[in-house]
T-cell receptor, first 115, second 116 residues
């Protein structure tokens, strides 16, 4: 398996623009998580899905952030409009219930820079 | 709510020396505890975890951690550091919600540097 795949690896955009981050979880995994990593706040859970359904979005910072999972193999995290303080590394991770569901498999992240 | 505190954002050791990375947790219920490692430009990887049973947990790459309830600690150790151990290490705690996803709360990380 190729692991969790995120795209793009790097994104540079201007303030006010819409940003869409993409994630393909590992096939067969039924949980998907979006994390944000910054120097100041470390790793923060933004939202997670189980069987494509959002379970907890309490970590989503503002209404400018939204996430979808239209099917088991794809998820997006959208920021509209983007702001410089959104600059961070965004990680997607997946896991599966029947195995060790605490074992998260992380993607390589998307480095977002908002100018 | 659970939380973890990692003491020391940067730790430097000599190759061959003992590695000790500290983690203390706060939880109102018996926790699940984890250590993850992050190499440069990569996502996190699970090193080891404690759920129930034996309090001394062995993980990959020669690392181990001991769950000490009386000290609310879960420190990570390795007897002899290797250059390849240089990375950022994250302690994490789970809320163990039955039927829910595994919602991990991570510490702020400890950057390990290994010197010749």
């Amino acid at each position: 398996d190729a692991g969790v795949i995120q795209s793009p690896r790097h994104e540079v955009t201007e303030m006010g623009q819409e940003v869409t981050l993409r994630c393909k979880p590992i096939s067969g995994h039924d949980y998907l998580f979006w994390y944000r990593q910054t120097m100041m706040r470390g790793l923060e859970l933004l939202i997670y899905f189980n069987n494509n359904v959002p379970i907890d979005d309490s970590g989503m910072p503002e209404d400018r952030f939204s996430a979808k999972m239209p099917n088991a193999s794809f998820s997006t995290l959208k920021i509209q409009p983007s702001e410089p303080r959104d600059s961070a590394v965004y990680f997607c991770a997946s896991s599966f219930t029947e195995g060790a569901r605490e074992k998260l498999f992380f993607g390589s992240g998307t480095q977002l820079s908002v100018l | 709510a659970q939380s973890v505190t990692q003491l020391g954002s940067h730790v430097s050791v000599s190759e061959g020396a003992l590695v000790l990375l500290r983690c203390n947790y706060s939880s109102s219920v018996p926790p699940y505890l984890f250590w993850y490692v992050q190499y440069p430009n990569q996502g996190l990887q699970l090193l080891l975890k404690y759920t129930t049973g034996a309090t001394l947990v062995k993980g990959i790459n020669g690392f181990e951690a001991e769950f000490k309830k009386s000290e609310t600690s879960f420190h990570l150790t390795k007897p002899s550091a290797h250059m390849s151990d240089a990375a950022e290490y994250f302690c994490a705690v789970s809320d163990r919600v039955t039927g829910g996803g595994n919602k991990l709360t991570f510490g702020t990380g400890t950057q390990l540097k290994v010197e010749l």
